[in-house]
């Protein structure tokens, strides 16, 4: 009596479990397959080109810097105050005229008309006004003309030994204005520029060794030049 309850209790259980792994077998067949991350679709052409930097059309950039020859179109335009001449613009790299523009837009250089004028500028605008101001720019001939002075033996290294810059992001000095040359070196010496080589550089310089590098730059040649101004009519 004993064994066959024994028996049966075991025959039972072992068809609890079988009915048991059998359920677990079907609950995990009715569920879905997991399903794939749906794939990303490729970047259309459309965006990579928006994405990508346009070339520069100067075109465009004649437009939207129009107002700029109010003052770097007129010979011998001078800021009114502090009173100093206006750069020369033509034969400039243009890329380093549109790292100056960003300069003046991103408050890097402190110069309030300068700001007005750029802040509303895109990045595309910026390298069209830039191209088209710069027209063709000065062809280095790597050599000194006539003796560099000591305080401008550094500045060759990346001014050229002509004043005609040795990269695009530099720029050229050949022919700038004197003035103006002291007065963007002071900028750099008190602050008002924020470029931190030029910074380090300007903080040891005295007032006549400014006076010295911006003599010996502005009389180099080929030289930058005001950029021409179009007179029009009345109407036009």
């Known amino acids: ?20 792994a059998l359920s677990l077998s079907g609950a995990m067949q009715a569920q879905p397959p997991a399903e794939a991350p749906a794939p990303q679709p490729a970047a259309t052409p459309a965006a990579q080109s928006a994405a990508a930097p346009q070339a520069a059309d100067p075109k465009h950039g004649k ?9 770097h179109g007129i010979a011998d335009y001078k800021n009114a105050y502090p009173m100093y001449s ?4 033509r034969g400039q790299n243009p890329e380093y005229l549109a790292i100056a523009l960003h300069g003046y837009k991103d408050g890097d250089r402190a110069h309030i008309t300068m ?16 191209a088209y101001l710069a027209g063709k720019p000065l062809v280095p001939s790597g050599k000194p003309q006539g003796t560099v002075p000591p305080a401008a033996q550094l500045c060759v290294s990346c001014h050229g030994q002509d004043g005609v ?13 004197e003035d103006y040359l002291v007065r963007a070196l002071n900028e750099y010496k008190h602050g008002g520029r924020k470029n931190p080589v030029m910074k380090g550089f300007a903080a040891n310089l005295k007032d006549e060794d400014i006076a010295q590098i911006a003599a010996y ?20």
């Open 1 to 20: 009596m004993g064994r066959g309850r024994a028996t049966h209790v075991r025959a039972v259980s072992i068809a609890l479990i079988a009915a048991g």
């Open 115 to 130: 700001h007005s004028q750029s802040e509303s500028l895109s990045e595309q605008d910026m390298t069209d006004a830039a």
């Open 165 to 177: 810059a040795i990269a695009p992001i530099y720029p050229s000095l050949a022919g700038q204005h």
């Open 63 to 71: 437009a939207v810097s129009y107002t700029c020859l109010g003052c």
């Open 86 to 89: 206006v750069p020369e613009l």
């Open 217 to 236: 730059f502005s009389r180099l040649t080929p030289a930058l030049a005001t950029e021409p101004r179009p007179y029009t009519r009345l109407g036009e």
